[in-house]
């Protein structure tokens, strides 16, 4: 898959060394054809958010307290280089055009809450182009520990029916890094 155009001059390069290494689902493909600068920044705040919840938590898990963090701060980072309507199409693009996404399954109510909670919670706070690393650290920490994200609690990990999607306050004791540095 290509994920450049050749009107895209000096970043030809970079998006030849990216082609095979980032796979994007149809309806993404689709967005980023239609502004590969927007979809280039969406891809690096998806990475950047990877990078720091491996950092602030140890792990990238998945359904729970590192997942809810992962996907809000995905969304603040979008906002904050893009804008709040690029962030929401390119996380529904995501969610909605996953093939292992089923739009009942609780994953996908859970990630759909937490994108929707990190682009609130960036309006709230002001966060566009213009804002720092800081604020965005300050948010999403304020974000994580104010109890409206959702994790699915597994009390029986092999049987789905007891699984519940519920929010959780997080805490400090929770990020493996006591003292994460700016993102």
Known sequence: MNLASSSDGDWDDFYDYADGVVTLNPKEQALYDQSPSKGFKALMAGKGAWNYTELAFGRNGTDEESDAFRHALWNMWIVWAVNDSWAEKWTNAHED??????????????DMHNNAEGRYKAAQEGIDSDSSRSDIKIAIDELYKSGKLKKINKPNPKKE???????????????????????
Do not use: H
């Open 97 to 110: 055009g996953a093939s292992y996404q089923n739009k009942k399954s609780l994953t996908y109510k859970m």
């Open 161 to 183: 029916s007891t699984w519940t999607l519920d929010k959780f306050t997080g805490k400090e004791e929770d990020y493996a890094d006591q003292d994460l540095p700016p993102i």
